[in-house]
């Protein structure tokens, strides 16, 4: 089987596929971990008003909250389509 | 005063009761006066694990709700001294757990213990939160398996907010990591996250590494913790653990695929 394998141009490690979804996953979580309990709800209704006048994609808004000591940016970043 | 620890892991079924009562059997072993507690209300489980089920006379629950002592509720440990456990309740509905009841009896319990471990319930409930919120430190349990993993990592994120002494701002949480039913051999083949990688992406100090094991099983089976069984791998990987909570260094052991030879080949290999 192994040898095969080899013949064949190696597969790739089921392990080395794991790693990287988790990478990603795992990255993702830590961003919305210190975020409000309100952002998933303020993120799915700011799309929606935008969605209101212009046509995007669910993936096309990004929305972040830094937090410095004295205040908090809420950042929006919109890719609109061209026209 | 005694330390708490929490044993968690988010996912279920990977080894959070087996692994609190091995290591609250492993300290109680070194001397340590060890307490360790049921928090998985409706689904009790450590009793059985630490062999003490037909003993059971009140739990957690009765003691909250003022219905028996403390003193009443702990079952002493057959095999070592030093050891008590305190079921969680079989039958009520889980809001019968009051965070006022666990901090009165946790208050209660580091007079008298060096060690309070809390065995927590899978998910990121009430039940599990309440399990983790008054620990000193924890323990994640996790399997190389990516469900595993991701669930480990939003418990990372649970400990570092949700707890007493996040609220309080006092020191973090000290979070450890058990890796779990490890498999050298599949892990060898590139079909297994190795433990780097689970220590890279979780970003936490190793605590210890069982390998998937026999011995567990037998374990549980006859309701003894497997750090008794001190030939097993298993139990031995337990002791090591335990050695490193208490701050000792201990290199790490069955984390190497060993090849068979040969010899072991035709003969089977020893027990393990």
């Given at each position: 089987?192994?040898?095969?394998?080899?013949?064949?141009?190696?597969?790739?490690?089921?392990?080395?596929?794991?790693?990287?979804?988790?990478?990603?996953?795992?990255?993702?979580?830590?961003?919305?971990?210190?975020?409000?309990?309100?952002?998933?709800?303020?993120?799915?209704?700011?799309?929606?008003?935008?969605?209101?006048?212009?046509?995007?994609?669910?993936?096309?808004?990004?929305?972040?909250?830094?937090?410095?000591?004295?205040?908090s940016?809420?950042?929006?970043?919109?890719?609109?389509?061209?026209? | 005063?005694?330390?708490?620890?929490?044993?968690?892991?988010?996912k279920?079924?990977?080894?959070?009761?087996?692994?609190?009562?091995?290591?609250?059997?492993?300290?109680?072993?070194?001397?340590?006066?060890?307490?360790?507690?049921?928090?998985d209300?409706?689904?009790?489980?450590?009793?059985?694990?630490?062999?003490?089920?037909?003993?059971?006379?009140?739990?957690l629950?009765?003691?909250?709700?003022?219905?028996?002592?403390?003193?009443?509720?702990?079952?002493?440990?057959?095999?070592?001294?030093?050891?008590?456990?305190?079921?969680?309740?079989?039958?009520?509905?889980?809001?019968?757990?009051?965070?006022d009841?666990?901090?009165?009896?946790?208050?209660?319990?580091?007079?008298?213990?060096?060690?309070?471990?809390?065995?927590?319930?899978a998910?990121?409930?009430?039940?599990?939160?309440?399990?983790?919120?008054?620990?000193?430190?924890?323990?994640?349990?996790?399997?190389?398996?990516?469900?595993?993993?991701?669930?480990?990592?939003?418990?990372?994120?649970?400990?570092?907010?949700?707890?007493?002494?996040?609220?309080?701002?006092q020191?973090?949480?000290?979070?450890?990591?058990?890796?779990?039913?490890?498999?050298?051999?599949?892990?060898?083949?590139?079909?297994?996250?190795?433990?780097?990688?689970?220590?890279?992406?979780?970003?936490?100090?190793?605590?210890?590494?069982?390998?998937?094991?026999?011995?567990?099983?037998?374990?549980?089976?006859?309701?003894?913790?497997?750090?008794?069984?001190?030939?097993?791998?298993?139990?031995?990987?337990?002791?090591?653990?335990?050695?490193?909570?208490?701050?000792?260094?201990?290199?790490?052991?069955?984390?190497?695929f060993?090849?068979?030879?040969?010899?072991?080949?035709?003969f089977?290999?020893?027990?393990?």
């Open positions: 089987m192994k040898l095969l394998d080899f013949l064949r141009g190696e597969r790739k490690k089921t392990a080395s596929v794991a790693k990287e979804r988790l990478q990603i996953i795992v990255a993702h979580q830590r961003s919305q971990r210190d975020q409000p309990d309100y952002m998933p709800m303020l993120e799915r209704e700011l799309l929606e008003v935008i969605r209101r006048y212009v046509k995007v994609e669910q993936d096309a808004i990004n929305i972040s909250l830094d937090r410095d000591d004295d205040c940016v809420l950042e929006l970043n919109v890719t609109l389509p061209r026209t | 005063m005694a330390k708490i620890i929490v044993v968690t892991s988010g279920g079924g990977v080894g959070k009761t087996t692994s609190a009562a091995a290591i609250a059997t492993g300290l109680a072993l070194r001397g340590k006066k060890t307490v360790v507690i049921d928090f209300v409706g689904l009790r489980n450590l009793d059985l694990i630490m062999g003490c089920e037909r003993r059971v006379v009140y739990d629950v009765n003691v909250i709700q003022g219905e028996a002592g403390l003193n009443q509720a702990l079952i002493r440990d057959k095999r070592v001294d030093n050891l008590h456990i305190l079921p969680a309740s079989q039958t009520r509905d889980k809001d019968a757990l009051t965070s009841g666990v901090e009165k009896i946790l208050d209660t319990l580091t007079k008298d213990f060096d060690y309070i471990i809390c065995d927590s319930p998910g990121i409930e009430r039940g599990a939160q309440l399990a983790m919120y008054f620990a000193d430190a924890a323990v994640v349990v996790t399997n190389p398996e990516v469900s595993s993993v991701r669930d480990s990592d939003r418990i990372l994120g649970l400990l570092a907010s949700k707890t007493r002494r996040a609220e309080r701002n020191d973090a949480v000290k979070e450890h990591l058990l890796i779990t039913r490890y498999n050298p051999s599949r892990v060898d083949d590139g079909d297994m996250l190795n433990l780097d990688d689970i220590q890279e992406i979780l970003a936490i100090d190793l605590l210890g590494l069982i390998p998937e094991s026999e011995a567990v099983l037998r374990a549980s089976n006859q309701g003894i913790p497997v750090t008794h069984d001190a030939k097993s791998d298993a139990g031995q990987a337990y002791t090591d653990t335990v050695s490193r909570l208490l701050g000792e260094d201990v290199p790490l052991r069955f984390h190497e060993q090849k068979k030879g040969l010899l072991s080949r035709m089977g290999g020893g027990r393990r």
